[in-house]
């Protein structure tokens, strides 16, 4: 590791046409879920100049109104939700994927595929420090537009910042980005200045900014049209957003309009919840947790604990005490956060791993994961 280095992550608010379409298509999921805990789907969204689509595979006991909830979700996103032609086109699941996923007692995994979980200990949240001020700066554009604060912005909006950092600890910030949606007629000067008074600085109350950062409030001027009338949306679009801002391993595979069947979804979310609690239990200072999985097979084909040089304990102990202690499978992983329940459309915007009241960024398991690395360091020092 360099002795000094910059890392930099990204944000976008819930009216971004690509965090959008992922709103409508977890909310999709929600819809489904609500009447059927067991409901399998896998939904995609593509929006653009006066079009939705809302594509893919849904088994169901009751099939949602799909163009309510597309309508519905864009309204509360601050746009007309009733001035688009909205197109629905699903079926059910494939028979051999749901024979699969069903095939005997155990739900198997709905597709291979590897999932990552990461946790460090610069922030409350145990994220980096750039994702969760990032999220922070478009929390706050949205409330601001929500409450009237700065009357003239819009839903659509974006911010990134780069955090400096030495010999691993993050020293100031170097740059902050924030564009965001505004009304015609505007003078460019008056918003940069409300943004400033109002978005970043309480941005920055616990982290302050300092003489030599660099602040850039619009950076391309005006910035009238936005939403799906300016780029086309698209769920999965924004990964990086979702998890740790390009700072940890993605496996690749996207999140929002998946049920917990899903891998990619579920083994993301259980991945976080195991290394948050490894972080929050004191068994490591930083730690990534890697998950892999085969289609139709419930347990995984790869676990992989790697505290980054700062384990309490070795990351062999580490691995054994989450296979000891975890469930893994689809099944488990279901209950033990709650999956089948239409929880997703709530946590989908912001990150997925800053909401505190999210099932997997609970940290329940520390007392039981570190008298499991006890018993396995134990046994491994004795072998």
């Known amino acids: 590791m360099k002795d000094k280095y910059v890392l930099t992550a990204e944000s976008v608010t819930a009216g971004h046409p690509d965090k959008l379409c992922d709103t409508i298509a977890d909310a999709v999921v929600d819809a489904c879920l609500e009447h059927d805990p067991t409901a399998h789907v896998a939904c995609e969204v593509m929006a653009t100049a006066g079009k939705i689509i809302a594509a893919g595979e849904i088994t169901a006991a009751r099939f949602p109104d ?4 597309i309508c519905r979700t864009v309204r509360e996103a601050g746009y007309g939700g009733s001035d688009y032609e909205v197109e629905v086109i699903t ?85 902050v980005v924030v564009s965001c949606q505004h009304e015609d007629g505007v003078e460019l000067a008056e918003l940069r200045h409300a943004v400033m008074r109002h978005i970043i600085q309480p941005a920055f109350q616990d982290f302050p ?61 259980m991945a976080r919840y195991i290394a948050k609690n490894i972080v929050a239990a004191g068994l490591a200072e930083r730690c990534t947790v890697s998950l892999a999985y085969a289609i139709g097979k419930a347990k995984p084909v790869m676990v992989e604990v790697d505290a980054h040089g700062t384990g309490k304990y070795s990351d062999t102990a580490l691995e054994q005490a989450v296979r000891t202690v975890c469930k893994l499978t689809p099944n488990g ?12 459309r709530k946590f989908c915007n912001y990150g997925h791993f800053t909401h505190a009241d999210a099932p997997w960024e609970q940290t329940d398991m520390t007392e039981v994961l570190e008298s499991a690395c006890h018993a396995k360091e134990t046994g491994v020092s004795a072998r």
């Open 333 to 344: 992983m279901i209950d033990t956060l709650g999956l089948d329940k239409p929880i997703f």
């Open 91 to 175: 079926h059910e699941q494939s028979p051999d994927i749901a024979g699969a996923v069903n095939n005997g007692a155990e739900t198997g995994a709905g597709d291979q595929g590897i999932v990552y979980g990461y946790a460090c200990d610069e922030t409350p949240e145990l994220l980096p420090l750039p994702v969760v001020l990032a999220h922070k700066l478009t929390r706050l554009l949205t409330q601001a537009r929500k409450l009237h604060t700065i009357p003239s912005l819009k839903p659509d909006g974006k911010a990134q910042v780069s955090v400096e950092y030495q010999f691993g600890v993050p020293k100031r910030v170097s740059a």
């Open 209 to 269: 900014l300092d003489a030599e950062t660099e602040i850039l409030i619009n950076p391309s001027g005006r910035f009238v049209e936005g939403g799906f009338e300016a780029d086309t949306g698209l769920t999965g679009r924004k990964l990086m957003v979702d998890t740790y801002g390009g700072l940890a391993p993605h496996g690749g595979g996207a999140l929002s309009g998946k049920d917990g069947t899903k891998v990619d979804r579920s083994g993301a979310y």
């Open 66 to 69: 799909i163009p309510a909830v």
